[in-house]
C-alpha cells in the first residue's frame, strides 16, 4: 500500500463565540483519501480529500484542542 501524501492544515484562532466549526477525529472523508490532511499542532490526521477540494473549513482537533483552516 502506497503511503498518502500528509499536509499539515494551518493554524486558527479560536473562532469567537458562535463561530461556525467542525471537529475530528472521527476523521472527515470528503473522498477516497488520496491526501491526509493533519492537524498543525500535534500531526492527527482530520480530513481525507483531494488537494484543493475543502475550503472554508475550521476544523477543531478533539484530540489537542487545536484550531486548523483547510484554507492553506
Known sequence: MTP???VNLKSIA???KGG???SAP???NASDHTTDFCCWHCD???MHAEADQVFGLT???T???AFNTTDL
Do not use: K, Q, Y
Open 4 to 6: 498518502h501524501t500528509r
Open 14 to 16: 479560536t473562532p469567537l
Open 20 to 22: 461556525a466549526f467542525v
Open 26 to 28: 472521527p476523521i472527515l
Open 44 to 46: 492527527t490526521i482530520l
Open 59 to 61: 476544523i477543531r482537533c
Open 63 to 65: 484530540s489537542c484542542g
